[in-house]
Every structure is written in structure tokens, then in C-alpha cells.
């Protein structure tokens, strides 16, 4: 009976030996491939930390503005020389787009010290169509959140007239203005049964309208006072809004602030 003898593999198949230079291709191969791996973990730390510091940059430059919007008038603007309770807004020509382009002559009225000016929409600030807007836009806007809100609305003279500087009396009765404008006033819709009382006075050589509104539905408020005027090419109006219960609180504060508006 015939038997196997084992012969090592190692005989048969003699293994290649490895060169000092294939050894130092693989050493290289696997050193590299180590760094790319750790230059791809920097890249990613470096997105982290990115995605982390770029909002807090952002958020840094808009804090500035944020808390500009939150400080009382009382701040910055001084006494009102007729009555030392409120503070006097004077526009200048840096205050505004059409202040600027002198589409609006500039304006004045008393407030409260611890109201807030308001940031207003680039849209709605005319900035986008001075000098030669055909919508009404919005000049400034204060408010309290416990006594109301006020805004300046500023109008194209054209409008409501074709005649070149026309006067307020020139557009007609209180009553015809204020169907033209009282969208502005209200928010939304103007309904003529909403109209409680109107007057006209006169300021040195300017005449202005004035309206008391109760306004249920008005997006501005239940309660609206307005004053109406125009010089150049444009007509200004001034608007007093107060929700039911800053009316009961604040009605004297609010018609005196009225009353104060003058160009």
C-alpha cells in the first residue's frame, strides 16, 4: 500500500520576498491615506464650528437694530416746549425716503416719552418709488401697547387732483377727503356711517381736516383720529388709532397728540 508524504506548501509555492521598496509603496500608501482622513475630519470640524458661528455673527449686527426699535422716545427726543409731559418729534430730511427726496415737507407732533418708534417695511416706506410714488406709503410710525399707535401716511397730490400744489380746501368738504383716505385710516375698508364728527383748522397759512372715527372693524384699532393736509404734491395724514381699551385709558393723551400735528 503505497502512502502520501506531506511537502510543505512553502516548497511548492515559495513566497516572494517582500522588497525594502514595496514595503516603504505600502507604508506611503497607508500614511496618506491616514492624513486624508484626518485633513476630512478638519474640514468637518471646521463646518461645524462654521454652521455654529455664522448665526451668532448675524445675530450680533441685528441685535444693534432690535434694541434701537426698543428704546423710549423719552431717550432721545427732547421736551415738548407747550407741555413738558410729552416729548416733541421734529422730522429732518434724514429720517425718511420722501423727507429726503422732498416729496414731503416736514412734520411735527408731541408723544408720550415712553413710546416706541416702530421699524416700517421697506415696501411700505416709499423708499423703493421716490421722488415720483403713484401709492400712498408710511412716513413714521410710533407706538405703546397700553395707549395705542400712531402713524404718518403720505399720499400722491395727484390722486386725488389734477391741479398742480393744490390746497386742501381745493379737494374738497371734509367729508370727500376723508372717502378718499379713509383706507389709510382704517386698515382695510371706510365706511361712511363710521364717521362721528369732522372739523377744519388753521395753522398760520395751512388748513388741515379733522376727523373722529369709530372704525369696529379697522384692522388699526375701534378708535381712529385723523388730521389731513396738503402742501406741494402731496397730502399728509396723520392717524390716531386705539384699540377699546386704550380709548378708555388714553382718549386725552390721544387728542392731544392729535392736535399737535403740524407741518
Given at each position: ?84 409731559s410729552f416729548v416733541l418729534f421734529k ?173
Amino acid at each position: 500500500m503505497a502512502t502520501a508524504s506531506l511537502v510543505p506548501t512553502s516548497k511548492i509555492f515559495p513566497a516572494s520576498p517582500k522588497s525594502p521598496a514595496s514595503i516603504r509603496a505600502r507604508t506611503s500608501v497607508i500614511v496618506a491615506s491616514s492624513q486624508q482622513q484626518q485633513q476630512q475630519q478638519r474640514r468637518r470640524e471646521l463646518l461645524l464650528k462654521s454652521a455654529v458661528a455664522i448665526p451668532a455673527i448675524l445675530n450680533l449686527k441685528e441685535a444693534p437694530i432690535a434694541e434701537a426699535r426698543e428704546v423710549e422716545v423719552g431717550s432721545y427726543l427732547p421736551p415738548s416746549p407747550s407741555d413738558p409731559s410729552f416729548v416733541l418729534f421734529k422730522a429732518k430730511p434724514s429720517d425718511t425716503p420722501a423727507l429726503r427726496a422732498g416729496n414731503v415737507q416736514p412734520y411735527q407732533f408731541v408723544l408720550p416719552p415712553n413710546w416706541k418708534q416702530l421699524r416700517i417695511a421697506n415696501i411700505l416706506s416709499g423708499n423703493y418709488c421716490q421722488p415720483k410714488c403713484a401709492e400712498p406709503w408710511i412716513e413714521v410710525k410710533f407706538e405703546n401697547e397700553k395707549q395705542g399707535k400712531v402713524q404718518v401716511v403720505a399720499s400722491p397730490l395727484i390722486r386725488l387732483t389734477n391741479k398742480p400744489n393744490a390746497t386742501i380746501e381745493d379737494l374738497g368738504e371734509p367729508e370727500k377727503v376723508i372717502a378718499s383716505l379713509g383706507p389709510f385710516v382704517t386698515g382695510n375698508s371706510y365706511d361712511s356711517d363710521e364717521l362721528l364728527k369732522t372739523s377744519i383748522e388753521k395753522i398760520g397759512d395751512q388748513t388741515y381736516y379733522k376727523y373722529v372715527l369709530e372704525t369696529p372693524f379697522a384692522l388699526t384699532g375701534s378708535h381712529n383720529l385723523a388730521k389731513a393736509t396738503a402742501k406741494g404734491n402731496t397730502v399728509v395724514l396723520f392717524v390716531v388709532s386705539a384699540t377699546e381699551k386704550q380709548w378708555q385709558s388714553s382718549q386725552k393723551t390721544l387728542e392731544a397728540i392729535l392736535d399737535s400735528f403740524q407741518l
